[in-house]
């Protein structure tokens, strides 16, 4: 077997060729350092005496379905210089490990496109050396991300399972990359993160965040200079639930039969976006029906539609005059639910607005909340939640399907 296979096939380095077994459908590839390449581990001599060798077994690169165990006979050293007894350092692998380095390498890759299961599979390795490999990579690439740079984030909470388990999660808006992850939803989880914001000594312009007094008060306390935009789909989606309370409401008070008819089934035909409603199964007809019976409802769900508007206004003057109408016109409506919503709005103009100064929104942080929830239904959750945080620090640089 020629040394350039060594190197360039096993990443052997400086080592010599002894002899190849073949046992059992794997090959054993018995090598030893190059006398002449033999050096102190700490002050790099070459003036050593020989003090005897053991012999450590390495997972490397497999060569198709064969797998490539190698046995490197490992010289033990007393350099004349420092007098110091110790075994030659390897180069090929980390200290205490059973797999070289090329290995490591190789099983990330996989990583990119298949499960911690799958790849432990192919690979005849256990789970946990699959696991113990990845959460390497990820704590020297991903455990302190940068903060200096931010300048807009956007900071929500995502639900990780029963019993009302959340993450508060802070997102860069600008490179898609998760910064922060702490357990719980409340301000005080995130005062890690104001900590290492005064560190870094970020310069944080914007924040997107929903209408939490929280996070409200929170951002307001420690970025006093940083303006905060509410996110229009937490908007939206919050008058969405107080339109499905109306139609609950409005149904169990209706008395008449035709009405009560026309009003069921169209809790989600309500919610949805005129353009999105499905002419296959009726859904237009069945919704402009419930409204010819119900003036509240009606009124509730055209002012639903014109609130969309509001933030492709052309500028903020025009988009100020268009709130301060709808909010004239849902307290003319006499729905108490509109009246309400309409003093939530007005109570929270200036970060509405702030839209049209920074136009940024929790949009791309849904997005990967996604994200984080395939991948933990896809893994069946994660028994290491330091090794899950670290995925989630990750994930914006998945390329292929999501794995666990």
Known sequence: MSTSFLVHGL???????????????????????????????????????????????????????????LMVT????QCKECRCLKQIKLGFAEPKKTYTRAFARYVLELLKFSTIKDVACHLNISWDTVKEIQKKYLLKNF?????????????????????????TIVLD?????????????????????????????????????????????????????AVIVFDHFHIIKLFNE????????????????????ALKGIRWILLKNPENLDENKNEKEHLEKALRVNKPLAIAYYLKEDLRQLWSQENKEEAEKFL??????????????????????SAHRTGILAYYDYPISTGPLEGTNNKIKTMQRQSYGFRDKEFFKLKIFAIHQSRYALIG
Not at 186 to 205: G, H, M, T, V, Y
Not at 255 to 260: E, G, M, N, Q
């Open 11 to 69: 990443g052997l380095i400086g080592y010599q060729y002894i002899k190849s077994v073949f046992e059992k459908g794997k090959i054993y590839i018995h090598a030893r350092k190059n006398p002449a390449k033999l050096r102190c581990p700490d002050c790099n001599s070459h003036k050593l005496k020989l003090k005897g060798t053991i012999t450590r077994q390495f997972k490397a690169l497999p060569l198709g379905k064969k797998q490539i165990i």
């Open 74 to 77: 490992i010289q033990r050293i």
């Open 143 to 167: 455990s302190k991300p940068k903060l200096s740079k931010l300048e807009q984030i956007a900071i929500d909470e995502i639900s990780i399972g029963k019993k009302h388990k959340y993450l």
């Open 173 to 225: 808006l600008k490179t898609g990359a998760i910064v922060f992850v702490a357990d719980g939803k409340d301000s005080n989880s995130l005062e890690p993160f104001w900590k290492q914001i005064k560190r870094a000594r970020a310069n944080i312009k914007a924040v997107a965040i929903d209408m939490s007094p929280a996070y409200i008060k929170a951002v307001s306390a420690n970025l006093p200079n």
């Open 242 to 261: 107080k339109l499905s309370e109306l139609r609950r409401k409005v149904y169990h008070e209706t008395t008449d039969y035709l009405k009560t008819q």
């Open 324 to 345: 301060e109408d709808w909010i004239d016109k849902a307290r003319a409506s006499e729905v108490a639910m509109l009246k309400k919503f309409s003093n939530t709005l």
